[in-house]
């Protein structure tokens, strides 16, 4: 199975580059460092004995931080790969770890390609983030003599459904791993119904829970909301294609009953920064856009947050908030950002990918499911007028994020038992 599975892999390759030349179009960082993408000129040897650990984008990336800082603390000794598949992913690596990890894209799932990778690396162990389940990559990382584990392990009913199509892949690629460190409960379940030994499965929690509000982050975020004064702002964060628009109505329809309401935008994407900011204008209304260090006066309605790496900061500057990838189906993004701040925080339906982390926050009173822009401007107008309310549901979030600590401390301890320096790999 995994033959022909690999066959296919290999005539999509011109396919593949394809795409790196389309979204180069908006994003010229995709059309650079295409030879990390097949594991290309690297020389054998260039590290030995590492610790690589795959992330995918940013999301993935920012919720490893904490894990790799720890790993990076307890183990100074043993270098770290640290692979994403994106240009935006490689920038926060770069930013939060310099050269302290060694940065590369993953290559794509090629046999070959991953073995020019391992002669290259050498990792004695792979750490694999949230729902990178890759058979080639855990074929060729075990025939490498690497250990493998999952960590944060997510695999929702829908992703279930996917890969129970395939048993004679799926069976023996997860009969690799090691360790299966999943969220919850429900994901031990299903990853157990693929064919994973319940021995491999352990439930940890996740680490996302784990973050960390800096005095740096606090302090930027005040300074940030200070000129804003008393004005009502919200933030709707990590917007995609098409919801952009229904986060504006109901920004309009919000301002009818609180005119001073300020709204900061971060579209999920850098590449369509400029394509929102000419959606904003469009819709005659004042924009000030972060990146150019524009001033927010009476006279702006929408502040575009169009820079990488600050959206944990721009929560702090909000009252309320919107995350987005939910009005729209996309599955959700990270809803614990703002609720560490103690922000109440809003989402469309599509949460597929975090229906643990939302039924902890709904359960809490923490979270507003909304359908459209016309329930979500409401939402917004109904907490702004009562500050208990608005209150009450914030010290919920904050607390539900305080009672899920802990799965960043089991995970070392599961990452050292597995550490090519104590397990004599």
Not at 34 to 54: C, D, N, Q
Not at 221 to 243: D, F, K, N, Y
Not at 387 to 411: C, D, M, S, T, Y
Request: charge should be positive.
């Amino acid at each position: 199975m995994r033959v022909l599975y690999s066959t296919l892999w290999y005539l999509l390759l011109p396919a593949l580059f394809l795409r790196l030349w389309w979204r180069g179009r908006r994003a010229p960082a995709y059309r650079q460092r295409w030879r990390e993408r097949l594991a290309l000129g690297y020389r054998p040897g260039t590290l030995t004995g590492s610790v690589w650990i795959h992330a995918v984008s940013v999301g993935e990336t920012l919720a490893a931080a904490p894990l790799i800082e720890a790993l990076l603390a307890e183990f100074p000794d043993t270098p770290l790969v640290v692979t994403t598949t994106t240009p935006t992913g490689s920038e926060r690596v770069r930013a939060l770890f310099g050269d302290r990890v060694t940065h590369v894209y993953c290559p794509w799932e090629l046999p070959t390609a991953y073995r020019r990778f391992l002669r290259a690396f050498d990792p004695r162990l792979v750490v694999i983030l949230e729902t990178e389940l890759w058979p080639n990559l855990c074929a060729a990382a075990r025939a490498h003599g690497a250990r493998l584990l999952l960590m944060n392990g997510r695999l929702s009913e829908k992703s279930f459904r996917g890969y129970a199509r395939l048993p004679r892949l799926v069976r023996p690629m997860l009969a690799r791993f090691d360790v299966l460190a999943v969220q919850t409960e429900a994901e031990a379940r299903r990853f157990e119904a693929l064919g994973a030994s319940p021995d491999q499965v352990r439930v940890n929690g996740s680490i996302k829970f784990d973050l960390s509000l800096t005095d740096e982050v606090r302090a930027r975020a005040a300074e940030l909301r200070a000129p804003w004064g008393t004005r009502p702002v919200w933030i709707a964060a990590s917007t995609h294609p098409g919801e952009d628009e229904k986060v504006l109505e109901a920004h309009r329809r919000l301002r009818a009953s609180h005119p001073d309401a300020l709204l900061i935008l971060v579209p999920r994407h850098p590449e369509r920064f400029d394509e929102v900011a000419g959606l904003i204008r469009r819709q005659g209304v004042g924009l000030a856009r972060r990146s150019r260090q524009d001033a927010v006066d009476d006279g702006v309605q929408v502040y575009l947050a169009d820079t990488m790496g600050e959206l944990l900061m721009l929560f702090g500057a909000a009252d309320l908030a919107f995350v987005g990838g939910s009005l729209v189906p996309v599955g959700g993004h990270n809803l614990l950002e703002p609720a560490a701040w103690g922000l109440p925080v809003l989402s469309g339906p599509h949460l597929h990918n975090f229906t643990a982390i939302a039924a902890l926050l709904d359960e809490a009173g923490a979270l507003t499911v909304v359908e459209g822009e016309q329930p979500l401007a409401a939402a917004l107008a109904a907490l702004y007028d009562d500050a208990g309310e608005r209150r009450r549901r914030g010290e919920a979030a904050a607390g539900v994020v305080a009672a899920n600590r802990g799965a960043l401390q089991r995970g070392v301890g599961i990452c050292s038992s597995l550490w090519p320096s104590r397990s004599g790999l």
